[in-house]
């Protein structure tokens, strides 16, 4: 698995987590960084997984509000957890980290929704990505 890939999911673990915990992002992120410090079975936190929690922590409150404004039918709290979460992180990237190809920044979402999340999921957070990545120059 390449190690942005790898980033990405952890990320997306770290939200999610902290969704479920109804805690700061920053909050887990500090928890993953000290249990990676002091147990060897714990996965590292590497970088770019940090400069993604971070980034999307900065901006959440916009990030919420482009998809609960784009979303057809869809509000934030109706969406399952790991949609919501997946879908949170894939903005962040897909609107504020410009070296990463929108592309690529879809598909790794539309993965991580095959492998964590509904039959139905894959599609939705394409079609939500692929919404904002549309209209991405007046977002941000």
């Known amino acids: 698995m390449?190690?942005?890939?790898?980033a990405r999911k952890r990320a997306f673990q770290i939200l999610f987590e902290a969704d479920q915990r109804d805690s700061a992002v920053t909050?887990?992120?500090?928890?993953?960084?000290r249990h990676a410090r002091t147990d060897n079975r714990?996965?590292?936190?590497?970088?770019?997984?940090?400069q993604l929690v971070e980034g999307y922590a900065e901006r959440a409150g916009r990030i919420d509000?482009?998809?609960e404004s784009h979303s057809v039918g869809w509000s934030l709290d109706r969406m399952p957890a790991v949609d919501r979460n997946l879908l949170?992180?894939?903005?962040?990237?897909?609107?504020?980290?410009d070296e990463v190809p929108d592309a690529v920044v879809i598909?790794?979402?539309?993965?991580?929704?095959?492998?964590f999340s509904t039959d139905d999921s894959p599609s939705f957070v394409n079609g939500l990505?692929?919404?904002?990545?549309?209209?991405?120059?007046t977002l941000r």
């Open 2 to 6: 390449a190690a942005r890939t790898k």
């Open 27 to 33: 909050a887990v992120l500090a928890d993953w960084l």
């Open 107 to 115: 598909d790794e979402a539309v993965q991580l929704a095959r492998e």
């Open 129 to 137: 990505l692929g919404r904002l990545k549309e209209l991405k120059p």
């Open 65 to 67: 509000e482009l998809l």
């Open 88 to 97: 949170r992180l894939g903005a962040y990237e897909l609107i504020w980290e």
């Open 42 to 50: 714990q996965p590292p936190v590497g970088e770019y997984t940090m």
